[in-house]
């Protein structure tokens, strides 16, 4: 699928591992690449990013056909696929390379990541805070490849069974009529 009205958003929200495999399925997106950024560390290995001193977060960067699927949408997406209000962790993974962020590219994303985050705390979705960060995306390095489609690779993995399996569930019956055919 080549995008007519290609644009780019990055997000982080736990383990880059869960959130590939949903927005690979998301109508609209062209491409999802796994990787780091919002640190200090030129190209850092993931071992270096787990050890929690680079700054970076694990993060997507998902290309995207503005004229099929919106920024709004893919954020709507991502705030119904991880848990946006635990600072600094999303289930057992802790750190701030798990943080919840919007990586904005322009001062529109900034725009309306504010105000989906403004929407979902007005609307009541979680029972506390959103803690999401919105934060000028600078460098994106691309994770190791065997970091690239891990969930589509090893679906019988534990973890991919147990924490990424039944997010992907979540994102299919909630958005049915938004999956990739």
């Avoid at 802790?94 to 943080?99: D, E, H, K």
């Avoid at 600078?138 to 190791?144: D, G, H, I, L, Q």
């Avoid at 690239?148 to 997010?167: G, L, T």
Wanted: with cysteine; hydrophobic share 35%; glycine share 8%.
């Amino acid at each position: 699928m080549t995008a007519v009205n290609n644009e780019t958003a990055v997000l982080a929200g736990g383990c880059f591992w869960c959130l590939e495999p949903v927005f690979d399925q998301l109508q609209g997106v062209v491409s999802v690449r796994p990787g780091y950024t919002g640190g200090n560390v030129p190209d850092p290995s993931y071992e270096q990013v787990c050890g929690g001193n680079t700054g970076h977060a694990e993060a997507v960067k998902i290309d995207f056909d503005a004229d099929v699927v919106s920024f709004r949408e893919i954020l709507e997406v991502f705030f119904t696929i991880h848990d946006p209000t635990t600072l600094n962790r999303q289930g057992g993974d802790t750190g701030t390379q798990y943080r919840s962020a919007i990586f904005f590219n322009s001062p529109e994303q900034k725009a309306t990541a504010d105000e989906v985050i403004a929407k979902v705390e007005n609307d009541g979705v979680w029972n506390a805070p959103i803690v999401t960060d919105v934060t000028p995306l600078t460098e994106f390095y691309p994770a190791e490849v065997t970091h690239q489609e891990y969930y589509a690779r090893n679906p019988n993995q534990p973890y991919c069974q147990v924490v990424i399996a039944p997010k992907v569930a979540k994102f299919r019956k909630k958005y049915a009529d938004k999956l990739k055919k």
